[in-house]
């Protein structure tokens, strides 16, 4: 009987083992891992050859960039080798038996990728002297395919996987990636389109959603089903599910619009599963969610509690609140020179000699009555607090025009973005012409810059413009070289608030010597000293010589410093998560600018895109920005405001760290893969924290009082949705969703 019982667990025991490796040679024949990487700094087209003996090279790891493993700053060339064997099992277990995929994950930026030599597949090429930015390829996952008959395939034998790598600007190398070679599939040739922004809440409180299947295969139609699923962001539990069949013919695609339910704090999960091979795709979309609570309707003064002017210089000053309208403004204390416009809360006139002026402003309606004090400093130093406004390049790149900006303009009053502080609207590059004359003048885009001001400052607002200390603009329009003054005399005729000075081509007339970088900003500041305007001086040199350090110097109001912002994680991530080095710089009158807001609809030309940022992402967008004393320059078209960015551009609480009159820059207290967290002092002595998720999964983040540097019992206060969270001694935990933010103010 014993013996009997162990012949059948042994049995049992056997045909297990053997399950189970079959499982695994099945798993085995299906994806080969590319392993042990190998990495050396330069440029050396022998590298990609099989032959070529890299014994001596150092062991690399291909999911973090090339900075994090001891080759800092290696701004150029780096090659990456693997071994690995193809197993032609590969074939076997495929549907379609024609190409092998290579995939090698993320590299920053460009890529040419060689298989025993030959190259498979580049991704914005690589560029050298003449690097131009290669599109954000540095974002992009690769994937290469070579056909199964392709000689390059040494077929159950070593393989030479060889990627050279330029990185032109930032971190560099391969990113993000587990490589892997596998079987190109059905479902490789079906992708999936969904748009963030085409969620349309209904009456109801239910939302629809559409989603778009595409069928790439020339050769065969492809069916499957469509899983549609909402999921919880905290529990990634199933709230509610659906199943579409899905059928398309080569080529065609397959629409639908889905009506789920509102469920808060979730998102949604597309999958197709292809059905001859049962392979998937996914793709996951947040739900966006409306934090901010809407503006009483009792009065409430809003925005900077401080303003600079120089002596004699034109004033303008709108009183940004809400409230129901019609509202009541007073102002007592102004100083001589300045009226007040009761009904719209518009302040001008010049203030004839330097001073302090404390000023309370009131604000009535039928409802009641807000006061607030408000200082005036008239002196040499103006931007006391970041700039608040729009820009045009995010939105409409060059194809800027007149009516673009006054549409912005018209929407920046009716969407009420103006009663939060809203001021700035920036021309960007794209409205020069010539210098005739002496004088700059404006393309057909522009005929009256004079009377587009005037229109501008008649809402309250205030215009900005752009230009380059070269001769020619990024844009290659017109630059100032050699006509500062006469361009800064223009600008102050028209009636300009806001220069933004943009490098680009000073570098082909740009000196040797070490004053090269200052120099041009130092001959437009003295062209701006001159001019009976004031005119908030914006550097825009992407950070060199690290500019924190010295725009001060040239009088910069503002400086950049980084590259260009694009509206993916990877760059919002990259620029905003690195600015604790220019922390200490940050003071009023001069403000770290990390770029402009990549939030709403975007796209730099004439057609736009719903930006490509999660709601969370967004939502660590704007608070980190508010953080680091950024300027907040809305970089979509304000006439195509939907309801989330709006409510997300209008929390006064999450605009008052941005703007408390301290103007400290945040510095980062936790630094780990999944999260950071960010604290700044402000003026009441109480601070704000910024708790960032940087994982892929929603997380519970605790951080103590010795890394916030706090003692005691303190309130935290949830600043996006305006609400006590309660008294906490030691230690704060927050469930914070994947990229998303608490942030929260601390007393
Ligand atoms: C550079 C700047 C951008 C924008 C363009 C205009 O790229 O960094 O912000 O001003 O030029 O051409």
């Not at 064997?85 to 092998?100: E, F, T």
């Not at 995929?101 to 990728?113: A, H, L, N, R, S």
């Not at 299947?213 to 905290?234: D, F, H, M």
């Not at 009663?419 to 409205?431: K, L, Q, S």
């Amino acid at each position: 009987m014993r013996k009997t019982n162990q012949t059948i667990m042994k049995k049992i025991y056997t045909i297990l083992i053997i399950l189970t490796l079959s499982v695994l040679s099945i798993k085995a024949q299906d994806v080969q891992p590319i392993n042990n990487w190998k990495f050396h700094v330069g440029d050396d087209m022998q590298w990609k050859t099989p032959a070529f003996n890299d014994n001596a090279w150092q062991q690399i790891r291909v999911d973090i960039p090339w900075d994090d493993q001891g080759y800092k700053k290696n701004e150029g060339y780096g090659w990456y080798r693997a071994k690995v064997v193809i197993p032609s099992s590969l074939k076997n277990k495929a549907y379609l038996k024609d190409s092998i995929k290579i995939y090698i994950g993320k590299v920053d930026e460009c890529d040419q990728t060689y298989l025993n030599g030959k190259l498979i597949g580049q991704n914005a090429g690589i560029v050298t002297a003449n690097f131009e930015d290669p599109n954000y390829a540095w974002t992009y996952e690769r994937c290469y395919c070579v056909a199964v008959n392709d000689p390059a395939i040494n077929w159950d034998k070593e393989n030479v996987i060889a990627i050279r790598v330029y990185n032109g600007y930032g971190i560099g190398g391969m990113y993000q990636a587990k490589p892997e070679i596998s079987m190109r599939e059905l479902i490789d040739y079906v992708k999936i389109y969904t748009d963030e922004t085409s969620f349309k809440q209904k009456e109801n409180n239910s939302y629809a959603n559409s989603v778009e299947i595409v069928n790439k295969y020339a050769a065969s139609k492809i069916t499957g089903k469509l899983l549609v699923q909402v999921k919880s962001n905290e529990k990634q539990k199933v709230l509610w599910e659906k199943q579409l069949d899905v059928t398309m013919l080569p080529l065609e695609h397959y629409k639908a619009t889905i009506d789920f339910p509102n469920v808060e704090n979730s998102y949604i999960v597309y999958t197709f599963t292809e059905s001859i091979t049962k392979k998937t795709i996914k793709t996951l979309l947040e739900i966006p969610y409306i934090l901010t609570p809407k503006a009483a309707k009792t009065p409430r003064i809003n925005g900077a509690k401080v303003f600079g002017v120089r002596p004699n210089h034109p004033f303008l000053y709108i009183i940004a609140a809400t409230g129901e309208r019609p509202l009541t403004y007073a102002a007592e204390g102004l100083p001589k020179g300045l009226t007040l416009d009761k009904t719209t809360g518009m302040i001008s006139g010049s203030i004839p000699a330097k001073g302090t002026f404390k000023i309370k402003l009131s604000v009535e309606n039928s409802l009641g009555k807000n006061t607030r004090d408000f200082k005036i400093e008239c002196g040499d130093l103006i931007c006391l607090t970041p700039p608040l406004g729009w820009n045009s390049w995010n939105c409409w790149g060059l194809s800027v025009s007149t009516d673009k900006v006054k549409a912005s303009a018209d929407a920046m009053v009716s969407s009420g973005l103006i009663n939060h502080g809203w001021t700035y609207m920036n021309i960007d590059d794209g409205w020069e012409l010539v210098h005739k004359d002496d004088s700059i003048t404006c393309n057909e885009k522009f005929p009256n810059m004079k009377s587009l001001a005037d229109y501008v400052h008649s809402k309250g607002l205030k215009l900005g413009i752009y230009s380059s200390p070269g001769p020619k603009t990024c844009g290659g329009y017109e630059g100032s070289f050699n006509y500062e003054q006469a361009d800064a005399n223009n600008y102050a005729a028209w009636g300009i608030d806001y220069l933004k000075y943009d490098w680009c081509s000073y570098e082909t007339v740009a000196c040797n010597d070490t004053d090269r970088l200052f120099k041009p900003y130092r001959k437009m500041q003295t062209a701006l000293s001159k001019v009976n305007r004031d005119i908030v001086y914006s550097l825009c040199q992407y950070g060199m010589g690290d500019v924190w350090k010295w725009g001060a110097t040239v009088n910069g109001n503002t400086w950049r410093t980084t590259g260009d912002i694009t509206d993916t994680w990877g760059s919002l991530s990259e620029i905003g998560f690195n600015q604790d080095k220019c922390a200490p710089y940050s003071q009023p009158g001069h403000w770290n600018d990390p770029d402009m807001l990549v939030v709403g609809k975007v796209g730099w030309g004439p057609s736009l895109h719903n930006t490509h940022l999660t709601p969370s992402e967004q939502y660590t967008h704007i608070s980190l920005w508010a953080l680091l004393s950024a300027p907040l320059l809305i970089g979509c078209d304000l006439s195509q405001l939907d309801d989330f960015t709006l409510n997300l551009l209008t929390n006064d609480e999450v605009i008052d760290i941005d703007q408390d009159p301290l103007g400290k820059g945040a510095t980062r207290v936790v630094k780990n893969t999944d999260y950071q967290v960010w604290v700044k002092q402000l003026e009441d002595g109480s601070i704000a924290v910024g708790i960032f998720n940087l994982s892929n999964d929603v997380k519970k983040i605790t951080v103590n009082w010795n890394e916030l540097n706090i003692k005691g019992t303190k309130t935290f206060r949830d600043v996006w949705r305006q609400k006590d969270l309660g008294k906490y001694k030691d230690l704060f935990t927050a469930t914070v969703s994947s990229h998303g933010v608490m942030l929260a103010r601390v007393y």
